[in-house]
């Protein structure tokens, strides 16, 4: 049984709906890629996951348990860290602070898993009584990612976490991933960054206007011109 099994769902924002018959599975210990254009339905899928949203038919199940649609602490406390576009850190706290908001739901461990993060982003413990706002956007990016393994997470959702930062800080944040899923923890990732997304994922999905079109092992879509084309109109 996968870890994650997304079902056939359907999703719609009010009575617009923007994913059709989406199906996708993630084996425990896998890091799996998630691709396509802007507005092609890869973060409603993400939210869907996480139960941000509930989808209008199919099934999400985590650990073979239908997730759809609890609601997202419930989802968080299963097993599920999502790090949302856009980091959503809090700037005038400090690091620390951040990354124990992190541990919300179970703060048992806590000490143990911050020093997981750290081993990852070194910098985030050199920093760590530093208010949040003062770290670069590569740097928020890490506390981001950190603060979603503070729950302990068997799967972690990452939304786009290279996006607008400079490329030596790409190379940072998908080594890090790389180590994250070294550790044992599942990683769905959502990139636009084909290349890079590719490099580090075992498989991956096209998703284009809410549908899956293409999905393979990254060797067989790094061969596949109609990836990039997917990327041309959403
Ligand atoms: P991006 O990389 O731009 O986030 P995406 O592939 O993640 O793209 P989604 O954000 O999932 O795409 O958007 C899928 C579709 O749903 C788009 O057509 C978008 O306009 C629409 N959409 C997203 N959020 C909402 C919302 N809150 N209300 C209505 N429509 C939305």
């Excluded at 923007?18 to 939210?47: F, I, M, P, Q, Y």
């Excluded at 941000?52 to 985590?62: I, S, W």
């Excluded at 760590?128 to 799967?155: C, F, H, K, V």
């Excluded at 290349?195 to 879509?221: C, F, M, P």
């Amino acid at each position: 049984m996968a870890l994650l099994e997304v079902d056939s769902i359907d999703v719609s924002y009010g009575n617009v709906q923007v994913l059709w018959d989406v199906s996708l599975s993630v084996e425990r210990g896998e890091t799996v890629a998630l691709l396509g254009a802007n507005g092609a339905g890869k973060t409603t899928t993400l939210k869907t996951i996480c139960g941000d949203l509930q989808p209008t038919a199919g099934e999400v199940r985590f650990n073979g348990e239908n997730i759809g649609r609890m609601p997202h602490e419930e989802v968080v406390e299963m097993g599920v860290a999502h790090v949302p576009e856009g980091r959503e850190i809090f700037t005038d706290s400090s690091i620390r602070e951040n990354l124990e908001l992190g541990a919300y739901i179970d703060r048992s461990g806590m000490d143990e898993r911050l020093e997981t993060v750290y081993e990852i982003f070194p910098r985030l413990e050199e920093r760590a009584s530093q208010r949040a706002g003062t770290l670069s956007g590569g740097e928020q990016q890490m506390l981001a990612i950190g603060r979603g393994l503070m729950s302990d997470p068997d799967l972690l959702l990452l939304d786009e976490a290279s996006l607008g930062l400079a490329p030596v800080l790409v190379d940072d944040v998908f080594e890090a991933i790389e180590r994250i899923n070294e550790n044992g923890t599942t990683v769905l990732l959502v990139e636009q960054d084909i290349y890079n997304a590719l490099r580090v994922a075992d498989r991956g999905y096209v998703i284009k206007t809410g549908q899956v079109t293409l999905s393979g092992t990254s060797a067989e879509l790094a061969e596949d011109e109609r990836v990039e084309e997917s990327y041309l109109g959403a």
